[in-house]
């Protein structure tokens, strides 16, 4: 996964020429008729029956635009920046990008996106309490990842998606998610008529589309704590764990989306953190108008759900709002007054026998985010060596697909260490893997030799991060 | 001692900390865009779909006749009624209780579908329009 979405541009200008040099390399080569010597040695097993599925799902993911302002899924989630968007991301777009949509449909001018608090901060406009005010009744909030969805939905009171919670019409689940965002996001006009602005999608592409989402990222949790090797990670990831100090793990139990108070686990919960509550909101630094958003409900109860951790360090800025860009200051946020004082601080405060709410100095804010940033260094890898490993065995075109995914999880890794001055050891593996990757997708014989020794200098970067267990 | 009391005290309060229902929460003002019939999930197997065979203005209530018999339903103030004039590629639009006539097709969610049978309050109620019936 990528730190940011400059970085996520640099890593696309990166694979691109790569690509093209692939391609020019490929020709002759094909005149000659020895394609596919190096690794092409049989054909690819037929997928089943759920691969296919999570395949149409991929293609109507990126592809589909249900009939409306040319908007797909991918628009906002895009795969080459962990399936999320940030203002360095959105600054590499082209102008007609249908994310701009706003800026150049002219039903769509006004009240449909804020196009300055888009490019500026990542936000995105919705319309949780309703469609009768669209002058004034709106929200401006980021686009979450949908990466480990299948860790992370689940609640015993019913799913929770989107920020709140309550993001999918329909029975509320992921599968319905997508009826409410081709309604919210992909219309032509703000009359938003099925049929007219856009279609809504069938039940099989609803399942296609659910199943798809589902197979991103993690597809189960971390068991804390890990045998970590570094010493501030380490301590941080003590921090983390400390129901005492961090009180990280009661909310986001194994760095995941789910909390567990000392009575079982509760699934993916909604809490009141305050987050609404910082000062010096940068979008509200802004002349623009931006609504308090009351999360949960209509009305809201003030609540968001709980996102996961592990996936954190590389697809900020962070929480609903865009508040906060850093993974350092993410955790800063809960030293501070704004949360401390919120329900959910005040009932921490409230629990501790020394009537403490979340106290942490500058050196332990540091360390909680050093474990964020290894545990999503090490989540990057996972997804790497699946991806390089799973290169190993599919058709050429489905290969490039997973290289370039490889390339970019593999410079993510990379850079979320390298941003927070840890493992300088790991980090030059995993620039080596990086290089390795990029001539594996460049070159026309040598795919398998580069992909096992990136493989190999993934996992060199590894072990110097955690011990095997 | 202490982390017990902790930990106590954390159980304690989790109902404060928690927000909202022990349901699921869907998002109830996208759905006003979906007609009658198309709700994901929802339609078919947790909605009422038929025609309005009484209104009773005094109670509030109304009661539906659908293809598995008939099912009643309370309108309270909790209760969103709109329009569905999907079928005149208009948009959709919130109604009122005075929009349900006898002989409209309607499709109408319960607020506990367990509930159905005992024509419990309705969460919502869509009114098909520019049908002929």
């Given at each position: ?65 249900f ?6 899924c ?54 949780l309490?309703?469609f ?21 939905v689940a609640?015993?009171g019913g799913p929770r998606t989107g920020?709140s919670g309550d993001g999918a019409p329909g029975d509320g689940s992921l599968r319905s998610f997508a009826t409410g965002a081709v309604i919210q996001h992909f ?5 938003r008529?099925p049929?007219?602005?856009f279609r809504l999608p069938t039940d099989e592409e609803l399942d296609a589309l659910e199943a798809?989402q ?83 409900r209509t ?171 | ?22 349901a699921a929460s869907a998002q109830k003002t996208t759905e006003q865009f979906i007609p009658v019939g198309q709700s994901p999930g929802l339609s078919g197997k947790h909605t009422v779909i ?30 969103r009624?709109w329009?569905d004039?999907s ?5 959709n ?13 309607v499709e109408m969610k319960h607020e506990d579908p367990?509930?159905a ?5 309705a969460e919502w109620i869509k ?7």
């Amino acid at each position: 996964m990528m730190l940011t979405g400059t970085q996520g541009a640099l890593g696309r200008r990166l694979v691109a020429p790569l690509r093209a040099a692939a391609a020019v390399m490929w020709v002759p080569w094909v005149l000659l008729g020895v394609v596919g010597l190096s690794s092409c040695k049989s054909a690819p097993p037929p997928p089943d029956r759920q691969a296919q599925l999570v395949a149409k799902g991929r293609d109507l993911f990126f592809n589909e635009t249900f009939a409306g302002n040319g908007r797909t899924c991918g628009t906002c989630h895009p795969a080459e920046n962990n399936f999320t968007i940030d203002p360095a991301f959105i600054a590499t777009l082209p102008k007609d990008n249908p994310l701009f949509v706003a800026e150049f449909n002219p039903a769509l001018r006004e009240n449909f996106e804020n196009p300055a608090l888009m490019r500026e901060f990542g936000l995105i406009r919705e319309n949780l309490d309703g469609f009768d005010d669209l002058t004034n009744k709106f929200v401006m909030r980021g686009v979450p990842h949908v990466l480990g969805l299948r860790t992370s939905v689940a609640s015993p009171g019913g799913p929770r998606t989107g920020w709140s919670g309550d993001g999918a019409p329909g029975d509320g689940s992921l599968r319905s998610f997508a009826t409410g965002a081709v309604i919210q996001h992909f219309t032509k006009t703000l009359n938003r008529v099925p049929g007219v602005d856009f279609r809504l999608p069938t039940d099989e592409e609803l399942d296609a589309l659910e199943a798809f989402q589902l197979s991103l990222g993690r597809q189960q949790d971390l068991v804390l704590p890990l045998k970590l090797k570094g010493t501030v990670p380490k301590r941080g990831q003590a921090i983390f764990l400390d129901n005492r100090l961090g009180k990280c793990n009661l909310c986001h139990v194994n760095a995941g989306a789910t909390a567990n108070l000392g009575g079982g686990s509760l699934g993916n919960a909604n809490f009141n953190t305050g987050v609404e509550d910082l000062p010096d909101q940068p979008a509200r630094l802004t002349a623009q108008r931006v609504p308090r958003d009351d999360g949960f409900r209509t009305p809201g109860d003030g609540t968001f759900n709980i996102p996961p951790l592990v996936e954190a360090a590389d697809s900020g800025p962070f929480f609903h709002n865009n508040a906060i860009e850093t993974i350092e200051g993410a955790v800063a946020f809960y030293d501070g007054d704004a949360f401390n004082n919120s329900p959910a601080g005040r009932a921490l405060k409230k629990a501790d026998p020394r009537g403490v709410g979340i106290e942490l100095d500058g050196t332990q804010i540091v360390a909680v985010a050093a474990f964020l940033r290894v545990v999503n260094a090490l989540e990057n890898i996972r997804e790497s060596l699946t991806l390089l490993e799973a290169s190993l065995k599919v058709s050429s075109t489905e290969r490039q697909r997973l290289l370039e995914r490889a390339a970019r999880e593999t410079a993510d890794s990379a850079r979320v260490l390298a941003g927070g001055g840890l493992h300088p050891e790991a980090v030059a593996h995993l620039q080596d893997a990086g290089r390795l990757v990029a001539k594996a997708i460049a070159s026309g014989f040598f795919k398998r030799k580069h992909t096992e020794e990136a493989i190999r200098e993934q996992q060199k970067a590894r072990a110097l991060l955690v011990e095997s267990s | 001692m202490n982390v017990r009391v902790f930990v106590l005290g954390v159980v304690g309060i989790s109902a404060l900390l928690l927000g909202g229902p022990r349901a699921a929460s869907a998002q109830k003002t996208t759905e006003q865009f979906i007609p009658v019939g198309q709700s994901p999930g929802l339609s078919g197997k947790h909605t009422v779909i038929g025609t309005v065979q009484a209104v009773n203005a005094r109670d509030h209530t109304v009661t539906i006749a659908g293809p598995a018999g008939t099912r009643s339903a309370k309108v309270t103030e909790r209760t969103r009624i709109w329009l569905d004039r999907s079928r005149m590629q208009q948009p959709n639009v919130k109604g009122t209780f005075a929009d349900l006539r006898t002989g409209v097709t309607v499709e109408m969610k319960h607020e506990d579908p367990t509930g159905a049978s005992a024509g419990g309050p309705a969460e919502w109620i869509k009114i098909q329009i520019g049908t002929s019936s």
